[in-house]
């Protein structure tokens, strides 16, 4: 049987997993999804989530993982022989397929923003968001770029852990730090910048509503990019010498970091240029032209951002395309290559619906939405919540308690009381306030 690759470092596996969460979700996501449910309300929310549900439940995809050394539909197998479990697996490979499959349209309309600005045509290109609806509306366009970005993904999957995700993770996530701030740092001196922070800042909790604690506690899934076992496949290539606790801390804080850095660049801009915060999925790509038309070598710096930004829209789908390919290669390096090109195609087949959603399918709907946001509601409101939900039974109830405290308290840098408070997180108010949430988003669905 051939030796699984593992993560060359600790740092590496943080920044990977970091690079995992760090993405669309809290780029590009996060900003309009606070924007539509009320500002600073929906941030307290998010943070609690984030804090008490995520990141136990992050710690469990890691135990899972490195306490199996296998990917997601195996690891629940070795587990816990009795075959139920293991549609907790199936449930991770099928989410990720459908979430990459919309993803990498959104990667897409990226790419093609950073080779525009190349040639200044962003900022100078008129209206920003007439550019953005001319180019979502461009099915030739929008498949082109779903497809240049798959192409990516296959290369950096096919060439492994080490030499494919790591590397890209290691280099291109902290110069996304210091771009973020340097981003944050202009929109705070716009004219009327401060309403945008105080939108973003003071929570207004007349504005939130029951959809807005749901999507609360999705965006926190999402973000974290826990609930499919892709953190399961990330650690299962972990060695016994990292902290699973500390490493899951780590990543967390970067994550809600980020996103306050997102809001901090967005909103003040919103409504600096009288824009509307809760523009939708378009936000990102109509203020960020408007943030750098404002500086001086303005294209330089948006080009700069934008590669930035697609390297971080990247190693987020690193890991839904590695679950999927880790499925089936079942830690075979020779088969990965194969198997990571086969898997990139027919997601990015299964994509091309999604990709023609604001043009040639903009009428096709079901329950009045297109199948883009058919797609992300599918897998956000349904699908992410459904497979936390099984992890948390599985790690607090089915799993082996010894193997559970073992791999939790394996190489701890923190005190290890922390583990009497997470196991009663995970056996009764993760899983109660995961099906209570879910069992309203069933009753909404219409």
């Known amino acids: 049987m051939e030796k699984q690759e593992q993560w060359s470092s600790k740092v590496g596996f943080i920044l990977s997993s970091a690079g995992a969460a760090i993405g669309l979700g809290a780029i590009w996501k996060f900003p309009y999804v606070t924007g539509q ?132 993770s290691k280099y291109m996530m902290p110069i996304l730090f210091v771009f973020f701030l340097i981003l944050v740092a202009r929109a705070l001196t716009l004219d009327g910048a401060m309403a945008g922070v105080s939108f973003f800042l003071q929570p207004d909790f007349s504005e939130i509503k029951g959809e807005s604690v749901l999507y609360a506690l999705g965006h926190s899934f999402f973000s974290l990019a826990v609930g499919f076992s892709c953190m399961v496949t990330y650690s299962s290539y972990l060695g016994k010498d990292v902290s699973i606790p500390s490493s899951a801390g780590s990543v967390a804080i970067m994550n809600i970091f980020v996103s306050v850095l997102a809001g901090l660049a967005i909103f003040p801009v919103v409504f600096a240029f009288g824009l509307e ?69 027919i997601v990015f087949l299964a994509g091309i619906p999604a990709a023609l959603s604001f043009s040639l399918l903009a009428d096709t709907t079901y329950f009045g939405r297109t199948i883009f946001d058919m797609t992300d509601f599918l897998v956000s409101n349904i699908l992410l919540p459904l497979g936390n939900l099984l992890i948390a039974l599985f790690v607090a109830w089915r799993m082996d308690r010894a193997l559970v405290k073992e791999q939790f308290l394996l190489s701890a840098g923190g005190p290890g009381n922390t583990y009497s408070i997470w196991l009663p997180l995970m056996r009764w108010i993760v899983p109660i306030t995961i099906a209570v949430v879910f069992v309203y988003t069933i009753s909404q669905f219409n």
């Open 37 to 168: 449910s009320g500002g600073g309300a929906f941030l307290l929310l998010f943070i609690l989530f984030t804090l008490l549900i995520g990141l136990p439940m992050l710690i469990s995809e890691f135990i899972i993982g490195r306490g199996s050394g296998r990917e997601a539909v195996s690891a629940y197998k070795k587990l816990a022989p009795d075959s139920f479990w293991t549609v907790t697996g199936k449930i991770g490979v099928a989410g990720c397929f459908l979430l990459l499959s919309f993803y990498s349209v959104v990667g897409g309309w990226v790419l093609i923003y950073t080779i525009r600005s190349l040639y200044g045509g962003v900022i100078n290109g008129g209206d920003p968001g007439a550019l953005f609806g001319a180019i979502t509306s461009n099915p030739w366009l929008t498949i082109g770029g779903h497809a240049v970005f798959m192409l990516l993904n296959i290369f950096v999957i096919a060439a492994g852990i080490q030499n494919g995700i790591e590397r890209a």
């Open 277 to 345: 915060p809760a523009e939708g999925p378009g936000l990102l790509f109509i203020v960020l032209p408007a943030v750098f038309s404002q500086m001086p070598f303005g294209e330089l710096f948006l080009f700069m951002f934008l590669l930035l930004f697609l390297f971080a829209t990247l190693t987020s789908s690193f890991s839904l395309l590695e679950i999927i390919t880790s499925a089936f290669t079942k830690g075979s390096q020779s088969a990965r290559k194969k198997v990571s090109w086969i898997s990139g195609t």
